[in-house]
């Protein structure tokens, strides 16, 4: 074997390791864009079912937000990755949809109701997955008000109710301050939460969060894995 053919062989081993990876860079980036993606919370908006830094696995494919999947997958309770366009600085918010199109929703006296369509009464909510500090503590600019939630439109709040702003607030200070309603389109939900990893701190090797302090073991402070609290009934 000649100089030459070394040099042929060591030329096409490195060709074809780039176009290796070229394939896979299309493939992962093709992955991420349309049916899974690891996205990492900022932020204590949906404490305690979610927690800042946690590590979450997000689902597109289920929001059926591409043109050739007709049915609407997402429903109610499901913790949801959405794209409002309402912060320059913000692109992608986390938050939990509880209404849906042709609902009514009614915030009174800090308590939260709802009324299905076939329904003729509201029925008041007991959303368990809230802690002691947001459980009955919706509050809102009026001592009572009630939504009717558009067509191909989701009302949508953070767990961390009275901490964040959120579909009652057109996710600004305030809905009078902008030219915004209340609601989140179909098609600017993005992604679906599919797995909870929470926070795995590397140097000592456990689940202990380095800013809140709290160990896996404690309620609602484990993985999740593929449980959610989207299973509620009323």
Known sequence: MSKGDNENDL???IIDFFKD???IVIVVKLITMFLVS????NGQSMYWSYYDKEFILVDRFSTNTFW???EQKVGRWDVVVLEPEVDKDKRFFIKRVIWLWWEELKIENWEVFLKKVWEKSFTKLDEKY????NYWQTRTWKDSIIYKIPEWKFFVMWDNRN???DSRSCFHSSCSST???NYVLNDKIVWKVLIDFWYFNYRNFSFTHPNIRLDWEYINTQPKWLSSEDSYIY
Do not use: A, C, M
């Not at 809230?130 to 500090?133: F, H, R, S, T, V």
């Open 68 to 70: 050739w999947l007709k």
């Open 130 to 133: 809230l802690n002691e500090d």
């Open 163 to 165: 901490h964040s702003s």
């Open 21 to 23: 990876l070229v394939i």
């Open 179 to 181: 030219d915004r309603d």
């Open 38 to 41: 690891i996205f990492i919370i």
């Open 11 to 13: 030329t096409k081993e």
